[in-house]
């Protein structure tokens, strides 16, 4: 069972420097754990939300998924909102962002959604690609949810937890 983000809300549409229309949407995760008694769902206390910029018209002249699609109603699901995938955190090459006193600090890690079949063996191609697609190049052996959760196994099982 593949884990689901959903489309919790967007902005109006605004335009890049470029004149490119795109909206800020905000992506909340619904993932799945192994547990003794099977998959479960994350309680949602402990789910991840995210905004990316989805674009009407991207560089690849296609429309990003979430663009028009409409925000999530758990009232009626079958309208659309949800999508395979999930939200991702990895380390990347450095890169500055503004901090709050008005300056720039230095940070290696990034977080974006990512849409696919999350049990799927090509979803680490997939991770890669939209990190890429976002300006940012996944490093090797960097860290990654998945590797975080597979060490916290260890650890517990190590000690008997």
């Known amino acids: 069972m593949s884990n689901i ?18 909206r800020t949407v905000t992506f909340g995760e619904v993932r799945f754990i192994e547990t003794p008694f099977g998959k479960m769902v994350v309680p949602a206390s402990q789910a991840r939300t995210t905004k990316i910029n989805c674009y009407e018209n991207n560089y690849l002249n296609k429309m990003d998924v979430g663009y028009a699609d409409p925000i999530f109603n758990q009232s009626n699901p079958a309208n659309g909102g949800w999508f395979a995938g999930s939200i991702e955190t ?13 300056g720039a600090r230095t940070v290696n890690t990034y977080t974006t959604v990512v849409f696919g079949d999350t049990d799927s063996p090509a979803f680490e191609s997939a ?15 960097g860290v990654t949810d998945s590797s975080v959760a597979s060490h916290l196994a260890a650890l517990q099982a190590s000690i008997g937890a």
Request: cysteine-free; glycine content about 8%; aromatic content about 6%.
């Open 90 to 102: 990895r380390e990347v090459g450095e890169y500055d962002i503004p901090s709050a006193d008005g």
């Open 127 to 141: 991770v890669k690609s939209a990190f890429s697609s976002k300006g940012h190049n996944v490093v090797e052996n």
């Open 5 to 22: 983000v959903i489309k919790t809300a967007q902005s109006e549409v605004k335009q890049d420097k470029n004149g490119r229309n795109y």
